[in-house]
């Protein structure tokens, strides 16, 4: 079982950036596809951003695409996601996910989420 902790949320002014964190711990992390989602207050969660094992093939939500990154140190452990030009419609809880392999239907593991708050 891999347990994921986010780490890296906090409140930031329009425009400015933040980068997120995400450790993991226990069970197998080889192979694994990460994820990031975020939901707003009132709103369902959604998907932002993913990447494969070994980095070379990234996915961004529309929303975000041009101003996230998202990468991982597979040596670490860690997977992490740079938010730039961040703007108020991106505040939300951010989760991490994995998932056991690219074949997986879906995420099997997640992190319990950091807060990111964008002020105008």
């Known amino acids: 079982q891999v347990q994921l902790v986010e780490s890296g949320g906090g409140v930031v002014q329009a425009g400015g950036s933040l980068r997120l964190s995400c450790a993991a711990s226990?069970?197998?992390?080889?192979?694994?596809?990460m994820g990031w989602f975020r939901q707003a207050p009132g709103k369902e969660r959604e998907f932002v951003a993913r990447?494969?094992?070994?980095?070379?093939?990234?996915n961004y939500a529309d929303a975000v695409k041009g101003r996230f990154t998202v990468s991982r140190d597979n040596a670490k452990r860690t997977g992490y996601l740079q938010m730039n030009s961040l703007k108020p419609e991106d505040t939300a809880v951010y989760y991490c996910?994995?998932?056991?392999?690219?074949?997986?239907?879906?995420?099997?593991?997640w992190g319990q989420g950091t807060q990111v708050t964008v002020s105008s």
């Open positions: 996910a994995a998932r056991k392999s690219i074949l997986s239907p879906r995420y099997d593991y």
């Open positions: 226990g069970g197998t992390f080889s192979g694994t596809v």
């Open positions: 990447i494969n094992w070994t980095g070379d093939n990234t």
